[in-house]
């Protein structure tokens, strides 16, 4: 039997989405005490081991994009998952230097041989931000919400789609994400502290993706899961008009929200972490985080003293620099970056409910061809990418893992250099041909199609001005659409009205799995034709299989051999085109205390002990 116990330093990875504009006046908003009660300090409470400060701090920040809703079952965009990441918890997390599983809500586990069971003991004493008990009911109920199933009201038996697969009644990216190949793992309360889960086989990254999963609060919720309005909780509407009924276990608690503007948030007074003095954390009383739509303007506000951290871009770290001493700030390199830019074609082969093609036939037959999708990709600049938008800080990107993640990267895949001759030769195995300058397919049609990518990302409109240019040169006409967005996830998920998209990936949690949602002919991230029934190719149906025996394995050396036959596949048929990944700069100003930058973590990590001297 394994063991892991810490009663001492663990920290929760956060994701600080950097600092911009000047703050606007306060105005008047509607207000609501946002604590019932203030709980004793928890018996269990995380001692954090870093140097005491001084309390009632205030950070000011910026994000790029707005919230569409602050409910994790039904959120799918990064400014959301930022708001929700600092108002909810999970059992474990992760180390931000190493990127092994610790310690959170939970004090410890115990994994069985058979590596099957994970019974984990929930730290005593502490309580949601509204002053209610947190107990193993929550975990239950949290996990009750991915898996409840619509019933049969005669029979009581589990109602089945038209695929015969069983219907959840809150299905979520959360309900696939933790299904462990197409079953649900047991979980049982063994008392108020201590829950176990059985998993149906052994499932590797059960303590970072099952133990990750952040818990929603029983006595807020249940009401709505049991009347069916369990999605439609913790809207926008809710953040505006009653944030107070957003309750978490995370340091801070949403205090107001303006949509376009700003969000608020205050300290969460039932917090359960301490300093070494023991008193309650965290220090700062509140975070302003103002809402932005391009990185350009925040980087600036940062380098102007108006925020206190930032992401800056690589197109902006030179003249952000140069103000270090002038605004008593600094900037790191952090090195390489696990994010990811791409582009993907619409392969989905559906309908809308009139019955029109997503896509029109004739251009999804050249999308679906293999050949197509290399030619491509043998006619983007990588290089001219690299050197122009980024100006040297970024690395040319063929394939699906970041060169930073050492351990999991394969450089043996297939690369695609620079290449319009390969492409025209790949064109011309297709029988297409070049009239005039325009590149036309066997029909007769010109070779066209509209790109999207979000507008609230420079570079990334940088870059696709540059994927115009190269695709004109081998005759093929882009047209370019910037969206926000919000707008972008609706036409990839729901409505499946566009023809290419230009997106990126942040790099996620450091191991394999995480791409589960990606990868996977299921998922509802699989970009390029999300949530299939079955998988439309032989390809997808073995990286399936690959996914399922990564999933299985605890020997790193045989999840390796696994994923890099994925990564091998995916640069083969090029269903996403890679593109660059950039390097990692970050800023913050120097009164800001108990910083310590560390690779996976960024400068706020842990947040909890940031304090910051008062400005001179």
């Given at each position: 039997m394994a063991l892991y116990s810490s009663d001492i330093f663990a920290p929760r990875l956060q994701l600080l989405l950097a600092a911009s504009l000047i703050l606007s006046g306060c105005g008047s908003e509607q207000q609501r005490p946002l604590i019932g009660v203030v709980a004793p300090i928890p018996a269990d409470a995380l001692v954090v081991d870093f140097p005491a400060g001084e309390f009632d701090s205030t950070i000011v920040e910026t994000l790029a994009g707005d919230l569409a809703t602050v409910n994790p079952l039904v959120n799918e965009t990064m400014a959301g998952a930022a708001v929700i990441g600092r108002i909810l918890e999970g059992l474990t997390t992760l180390d931000p230097n190493t990127g092994d599983v610790i310690p959170n809500l939970a004090k410890s586990w115990e994994i069985s041989a058979d590596n099957l069971q994970y019974t984990f003991h929930l730290r005593r004493g502490i309580h949601w931000s509204d002053g209610q008990p947190f107990t193993a009911d929550d975990v239950l109920f949290t996990w009750g919400c991915f898996f409840a199933k619509h019933l049969d009201a005669d029979s009581g038996e589990p109602v089945l789609d038209e695929n015969g697969r069983v219907k959840y009644r809150y299905s979520s990216r959360s309900?696939?994400?933790?299904?462990?190949n197409g079953q649900e793992?047991?979980?049982?309360?063994?008392?108020?502290?201590?829950?176990?889960?059985?998993?149906?086989?052994?499932?590797?990254?059960?303590?970072?993706?099952?133990?990750?999963?952040?818990?929603l609060p029983k006595h807020v919720l249940q009401v709505s899961f049991d009347d069916g309005t369990l999605m439609d909780q913790w809207s926008v509407e809710t953040a505006i008009n009653e944030p107070w009924k957003i309750v978490g276990l995370n340091m801070f608690v949403l205090e107001s929200y303006r949509p376009g503007e700003r969000i608020v948030f205050a300290k969460n007074p039932n917090y359960w972490k301490v300093n070494t003095k023991g008193e309650r954390l965290p220090y700062v009383a509140r975070v302003i985080t103002k809402i932005v739509q391009d990185q350009n303007s925040s980087n600036v506000a940062f380098a102007q003293g108006l925020t206190d951290?930032?992401?800056?871009?690589?197109?902006?770290?030179?003249?952000?620099?140069?103000?270090?001493?002038?605004?008593?700030?600094?900037?790191?390199?952090?090195?390489?970056?696990?994010?990811?830019?791409?582009?993907?074609?619409?392969?989905?082969?559906?309908?809308?409910?009139?019955?029109?093609?997503?896509?029109?036939?004739?251009?999804?037959?050249?999308?679906?061809?293999?050949?197509?999708?290399?030619?491509?990709?043998?006619?983007?600049?990588?290089?001219?990418?690299?050197?122009?938008?980024?100006?040297?800080?970024?690395?040319?990107?063929?394939?699906?893992?970041?060169?930073?993640r050492k351990l999991w990267y394969n450089d043996a895949i297939r690369k695609y250099p620079y290449s319009p001759e390969t492409s025209q030769q790949l064109f011309a195995e297709m029988g297409f041909t070049l009239e005039a300058g325009q590149l036309k397919d066997p029909l007769g049609n010109s070779v066209e199609f509209s790109l999207m990518t979000n507008?609230?990302?420079?570079?990334?409109?940088?870059?696709?001005?540059?994927?115009?240019?190269?695709?004109?040169?081998?005759?093929?006409?882009?047209?370019?659409?910037?969206?926000?967005?919000?707008?972008?996830?609706?036409?990839?998920?729901?409505?499946?009205?566009?023809?290419?998209?230009?997106?990126?990936?942040?790099?996620?949690?450091?191991?394999?799995?995480?791409?589960?949602?990606?990868?996977?002919?299921?998922?509802?991230?699989?970009q390029w034709y999300p949530?299939?029934?079955?998988?439309?190719?032989?390809?997808?149906?073995?990286?399936?299989?690959?996914?399922?025996?990564?999933?299985?394995?605890?020997?790193?050396?045989?999840?390796?051999?696994?994923?890099?036959?994925?990564?091998?596949?995916?640069?083969?048929?090029?269903?996403?085109?890679?593109?660059?990944?950039?390097?990692?700069?970050?800023g913050y100003r120097n009164r800001w205390q108990n910083v310590d930058p560390t690779p996976l973590g960024g400068v706020t990590w842990n947040q909890e002990s940031l304090w910051a001297e008062p400005n001179p």
């Open positions: 309900t696939f994400g933790q299904l462990i793992p047991l979980v049982e309360k063994l008392d108020n502290y201590t829950v176990r889960f059985t998993t149906p086989e052994v499932y590797a990254p059960f303590l970072l993706f099952g133990g990750g999963v952040e818990i951290f930032e992401s800056i871009g690589p197109d902006n770290v030179a003249w952000v620099k140069r103000g270090e001493q002038r605004f008593d700030y600094t900037v790191l390199d952090m090195g390489p970056s696990s994010q990811t830019n791409f582009i993907w074609f619409n392969l989905n082969p559906g309908k809308d409910a009139e019955g029109v093609a997503y896509v029109e036939p004739y251009k999804f037959e050249w999308f679906s061809d293999q050949r197509f999708r290399q030619a491509v990709s043998h006619g983007i600049n990588r290089e001219g990418i690299v050197r122009g938008v980024y100006f040297n800080r970024a690395d040319i990107l063929h394939g699906y893992v970041s060169p930073k507008s609230s990302s420079g570079l990334r409109v940088e870059m696709a001005t540059v994927f115009k240019e190269n695709m004109a040169a081998l005759g093929i006409d882009v047209e370019l659409q910037f969206l926000d967005f919000n707008t972008i996830i609706n036409k990839t998920s729901d409505s499946f009205d566009y023809e290419a998209c230009m997106l990126g990936l942040g790099g996620g949690a450091p191991d394999p799995y995480a791409g589960k949602d990606i990868l996977m002919s299921g998922g509802r991230l699989h949530q299939q029934v079955e998988p439309a190719t032989e390809w997808e149906a073995r990286i399936d299989a690959l996914m399922l025996e990564i999933g299985r394995h605890t020997d790193v050396e045989v999840r390796k051999k696994y994923f890099f036959e994925v990564q091998e596949i995916l640069a083969e048929q090029q269903p996403l085109i890679f593109l660059v990944s950039p390097k990692d700069f970050v």
